[in-house]
């Protein structure tokens, strides 16, 4: 029995090469939403804790080593998104051998990628934090949690690895049912470990260490419990030169991307970080509330990143653009509704995280003055993620390393030591760079032919 005929009785899988366009990007998008909700739980319900349970330096050193944790964290997921668009793309070629190749060589490289990230993220702690200018009253809750952070961060990996390979292939719910039952184990350890053990910073770092090491576990039994073409076999774990080779080359650049931006955000924090304890307090729960109000967007352009992969599989270019933009409209309508209530309730939702008047003051501002913007993002998102899905990682890398770290670097530097070091200017480099990203994004995209990058012409599975 031939792979292809072993694997057509899977339902888990979902073909968008045929059907409703609408239909199928909901259907995808719509776990994924609710899923990357509880996923933000995570880190959110650590900074909830901290900021009405422990003090406000915990609160603040919570909140602000995101950044940092990006850095690793971040250059894996670029890293490991080349993998998702050779897979969708593949799957919808109907190649599932290659499919099979590519799912066990990353599942090795992700073993090893935890090794080096856990070592490097405790290594490089000291020094990331310097470079942030930590005030010293928030210094040593920071090396807390991010110790035990990056000691436990191969649940993390395995688990965004095993869920994107699930998505490539049009299964987004496992991933969301995992993260539910994730998200509520580490709520519950969040209160164990800060209420009735009383361990602070590390008891809430343990807790999500915790939970996503269950993450990790639960989408590895699917993946090898599935009867699908990303079953995965401990006979077949080994790397395959050219499968490594594609993933490489697609998604370095994502990695290269999310790095770099990431080590950019270090020296943004640290313009933040002058304004001292309180507004750094302001900043982390207006941060909360922004990472809420990028899932939509965030949601649609893997969406759409897995519809034009699976349809430029078979070369089918009218139908990718046409989910592409149909992914934009969608993207554009929710973010819009859902700022009104943010903007409305801005000084409820900063005290959920931080009651102090101070705080609440700072972090209603950033929220009134940066919300209005985020429409600005879904075109750069939604388009990006179409270039991605035809396997051109390289330009969106290239435009938003331009836009959101030379651009954003240039501006704070100015205005910073020129213009007006205040709070609002500052802030604003987030908008300005949103802008000059999507109109280079959109012109680009407009402008270029979209085709399979992945699968070469003959590839594609004969139909029978």
């Not at 968008?16 to 933000?40: C, W, Y």
């Not at 697609?250 to 790095?259: D, E, H, I, K």
């Not at 940066?370 to 388009?383: D, G, H, K, R, W």
Request: a positive charge.
């Amino acid at each position: 029995m031939g792979l292809k005929a072993l694997f057509a009785g899977d339902r888990k899988s979902v073909d968008m090469t045929e059907g409703d366009i609408k239909r199928h990007l909901i259907s995808f998008a719509f776990p994924l939403l609710v899923g990357n909700i509880f996923q933000q739980l995570y880190n959110m319900v650590d900074t909830w804790v901290v900021g009405n349970y422990v003090s406000n330096e915990a609160f603040s050193a919570v909140g602000s080593v995101g950044p940092i944790i990006n850095i690793l964290i971040g250059f894996f997921l670029g890293f490991s998104s080349g993998a998702g668009v050779v897979i969708s793309q593949y799957y919808g070629a109907k190649r599932y051998d290659k499919v099979q190749d590519t799912v066990h060589t990353m599942m090795v490289i992700t073993l090893i990628f935890s090794a080096v990230i856990t070592v490097a993220g405790i290594l490089m702690t000291p020094f990331m934090l310097d470079v942030m200018k930590t005030p010293i009253t928030v210094l040593p809750e920071s090396k807390k949690y991010l110790y035990v952070y990056f000691g436990g961060s191969a649940g993390l990996l395995i688990y965004n690895m095993g869920a994107g390979i699930l998505r490539a292939v049009g299964d987004s719910k496992r991933p969301f049912y995992y993260l539910v039952v994730s998200a509520c184990t580490n709520i519950v350890l969040d209160l164990v470990f800060v209420l009735v053990f009383e361990m602070g910073v590390e008891g809430v770092a343990l807790a999500t260490v915790i939970a996503q090491g269950l993450s990790a576990v639960l989408v590895l039994i699917e993946m090898f419990r599935t009867t699908s073409c990303i079953k995965l076999s401990l006979k077949k774990l080994r790397i395959n030169k050219e499968m490594l080779m594609k993933t490489m080359k697609l998604g370095l650049p994502s990695a290269l991307q999310m790095t770099i931006t990431s080590f950019s955000n270090v020296f943004v924090q640290s313009y933040i970080n002058y304004f001292k304890e309180d507004f750094m307090a302001g900043w982390t729960a207006y941060a909360k509330i922004d990472q809420l109000l990028f899932l939509p967007m965030q949601s649609l352009s893997l969406a759409s990143t897995t519809f034009v992969g699976q349809n430029l599989g078979i070369n089918n270019v009218k139908r990718a653009r046409k989910g592409a933009n149909t992914a934009l409209v969608m993207s554009v309508v929710s973010t819009a509704i859902l700022m009104v209530p943010v903007i409305i309730f801005a000084p409820q939702l900063i005290a959920f995280f931080n009651s102090k008047p101070e705080v609440v003051e700072y972090g209603k501002i950033l929220l009134r003055w940066i919300s209005p913007f985020y429409v600005l993002c879904c075109v750069n998102q939604i388009y990006s993620g179409a270039l991605r899905g035809s396997g051109n990682t390289r330009t969106p890398m290239i435009i938003m390393l331009v836009t959101f770290v030379g651009f954003r670097q240039l501006y704070l530097f100015v205005m910073a030591n020129y213009i007006a070091n205040e709070i609002i200017p500052i802030a604003m480099s987030y908008p300005a760079g949103w802008l000059l990203c999507s109109l280079i994004t959109t012109i680009y995209y407009l402008k270029t032919d979209l085709k399979s990058k992945v699968v070469k012409q003959g590839e594609v599975a004969v139909q029978t």
